[in-house]
């Protein structure tokens, strides 16, 4: 996490939080780019022997600001509709340095991938094969696909966001993956060039992992194809409060290292969380406080309308307060959003430094999926996002207007 107390004073990097609460509307998003940047580069220091492709996720923070900064940094991009390719090239991300990935591709977003001449389209089904080959055709190219492989891999992270399991809506599963390798010299205008991946997120665990690389192999071995690459998605978890579990990527590393040298391949990953995720800070002011019972209710002017994971998926981010108080609330503490919805709360806690109304208070962990999920709910208008940035602030997305919403 990139913040620091300084005295009772929260900071983001070396700007105080609360400077730039004066200035700016909340609730907003802000991130610091120095702890994005580490994070990649800690990424791929973990993968440097196997000299990966690493394509940011777009779907976890879609900000054309963020995805040019990573972009800088030689990342290419991992987008699942037309709207996200279209932010990952206004980002200057190179073609050949784009995946796109989706079960449910439309007809115009595959046209618009052939014709951007992204590296790979990962397919999910024969007729989406069908579908590329018909457009390729009419557009006079050959298109370079991945096919996605469901290998039935529980990651054992939450259900709903779980992907690798036979179950699960992604993918082909291992027999009609070799039964379309063995037939897919039908489709004249396409070209197999990659196998992808991805069995869930927020994944703590190598266990997992290790087993879908020993699925991999195997298929590939059987499905007797030279892939050019092996998209191994990701997933990767982070702690979002102390003590909680890290996943060992170094391990994983190893583990991928000698899977590249079995087959020969280019390796590719799509990490999201890990590079933006500790990155964001969600700024919100006290509008509230009231007693119910035993209970001290902090409703803030941030709801699930602009941080939906806690509802969606009881995910539970800490809240800590700009200006740190020595004195405690008596009582338990729950932070609620103003939305009309009882799912509209953050987190419950049984003390707390003391809060009045007006105060800002800060929702960490909150880069990956945080302003990419947030909607107009109750004609809420979306939060601005700041970056910070060498000692520079800066509005990356500017709040919208009530007007734009009507």
Same mark, same amino acid.
């Given at each position: 996490?990139?913040?620091?107390?300084?005295?009772?004073?929260?900071? /983001?990097?070396?700007?105080?939080?609360?400077?730039?609460?004066?200035?700016?509307? @909340?609730?907003?998003?802000?991130?610091?780019?120095?702890?994005?940047? !580490?994070?990649?580069?800690?990424?791929?220091?973990?993968?440097?022997?196997?000299?990966?492709?690493?394509?940011?996720?777009?779907?976890?923070? *879609?900000?054309?600001?963020?995805?040019?900064?990573?972009?800088?940094?030689?990342?290419?991009?991992?987008?699942? *509709?037309?709207?996200?390719?279209?932010?990952?090239?206004?980002?200057?991300?190179?073609p050949n340095k784009i995946?796109?990935?989706?079960?449910?591709?439309?007809?115009? +977003?595959?046209?618009?991938?052939?014709?951007?001449?992204?590296?790979? =389209?990962?397919?999910?089904?024969? *007729?989406?094969?069908?579908?590329?080959?018909?457009?390729?055709?009419?557009?006079?190219?050959?298109? *370079? =696909?991945?096919?996605?492989?469901?290998?039935? /891999?529980?990651?054992?992270?939450?259900?709903?966001?779980? @992907?690798?399991?036979?179950?699960?809506?992604?993918?082909?599963?291992?027999?009609?993956?070799?039964?379309?390798?063995?037939?897919?010299?039908?489709?004249? %205008?396409?070209?197999? $060039?990659?196998?992808?991946?991805?069995?869930?997120?927020?994944? @703590?665990?190598?266990?997992?992992?290790?087993?879908?690389?020993?699925?991999?192999?195997?298929?590939?071995?059987?499905?007797?194809?030279?892939?050019?690459? &092996?998209?191994?998605?990701?997933?990767?978890?982070?702690?979002?409060?102390?003590?909680?579990?890290?996943?060992?990527?170094? %391990?994983?590393?190893?583990? /991928?290292?000698?899977?590249?040298?079995?087959?020969?391949? $280019?390796?590719?990953?799509?990490?999201?969380?890990?590079?933006?995720?500790? @990155?964001?800070?969600?700024?919100?002011?006290?509008?509230?406080?009231?007693?119910?019972?035993?209970?001290?209710?902090?409703?803030?002017?941030?709801?699930? %309308?602009?941080?939906?994971?806690?509802?969606?998926?009881?995910?539970?981010?800490?809240?800590?307060?700009?200006?740190?108080?020595?004195k405690r609330i008596n009582?338990?503490?729950?932070?609620?959003?103003? =939305?009309?919805?009882?799912?509209?709360?953050?987190?419950?806690?049984?003390?707390?430094?003391?809060?009045?109304?007006?105060?800002?208070?800060?929702?960490?962990? /909150?880069? !990956?999926?945080?302003?990419?999920?947030?909607?107009?709910?109750?004609?809420?208008?979306?939060?601005?996002?700041?970056? &910070?940035?060498?000692?520079?602030?800066?509005?990356?997305?500017?709040?919208?207007?009530?007007? +734009?919403?009507?």
């Amino acid at each position: 996490m990139s913040l620091i107390y300084k005295g009772q004073n929260l900071y /983001v990097d070396n700007t105080p939080i609360r400077s730039i609460a004066k200035k700016n509307i @909340t609730p907003f998003y802000i991130y610091s780019y120095k702890k994005m940047r !580490a994070n990649y580069q800690t990424f791929y220091n973990y993968f440097k022997k196997v000299n990966p492709i690493i394509c940011f996720s777009v779907k976890s923070n *879609s900000n054309v600001s963020l995805i040019s900064e990573l972009g800088k940094l030689g990342s290419g991009a991992d987008v699942v *509709s037309e709207g996200e390719l279209i932010k990952a090239l206004k980002a200057k991300i190179k073609p050949n340095k784009i995946v796109f990935s989706g079960v449910g591709k439309t007809e115009e +977003e595959l046209r618009a991938a052939i014709k951007s001449k992204v590296l790979l =389209i990962n397919i999910e089904s024969e *007729s989406e094969a069908r579908l590329i080959d018909k457009i390729s055709k009419k557009m006079r190219r050959i298109t *370079s =696909i991945g096919i996605r492989l469901n290998p039935g /891999v529980d990651a054992n992270t939450l259900s709903k966001i779980s @992907t690798g399991k036979i179950d699960s809506k992604f993918g082909l599963p291992k027999s009609n993956f070799l039964s379309f390798c063995r037939n897919f010299k039908k489709f004249k %205008n396409i070209k197999i $060039k990659g196998v992808s991946v991805h069995i869930g997120s927020q994944i @703590t665990s190598v266990g997992p992992y290790r087993k879908t690389l020993d699925v991999l192999y195997k298929i590939i071995k059987s499905s007797r194809i030279n892939f050019e690459y &092996v998209d191994l998605g990701g997933g990767f978890g982070i702690p979002y409060r102390n003590k909680e579990k890290k996943i060992d990527i170094k %391990n994983y590393s190893k583990l /991928v290292d000698i899977f590249k040298k079995k087959l020969n391949c $280019k390796i590719i990953f799509e990490p999201g969380r890990f590079i933006v995720g500790n @990155t964001g800070t969600l700024v919100s002011k006290i509008v509230f406080i009231k007693k119910n019972g035993n209970k001290n209710f902090i409703i803030l002017d941030a709801g699930m %309308n602009d941080f939906m994971r806690p509802a969606l998926y009881n995910a539970r981010h800490n809240i800590i307060p700009v200006l740190k108080l020595k004195k405690r609330i008596n009582g338990n503490v729950e932070f609620v959003g103003p =939305i009309c919805e009882s799912t509209d709360s953050f987190i419950k806690y049984k003390s707390y430094s003391l809060l009045n109304e007006n105060n800002f208070v800060a929702i960490t962990n /909150v880069g !990956a999926y945080g302003s990419s999920l947030s909607s107009n709910y109750n004609s809420k208008p979306l939060a601005s996002e700041i970056l &910070v940035k060498k000692g520079k602030v800066k509005i990356i997305r500017r709040r919208q207007k009530i007007s +734009e919403i009507i």
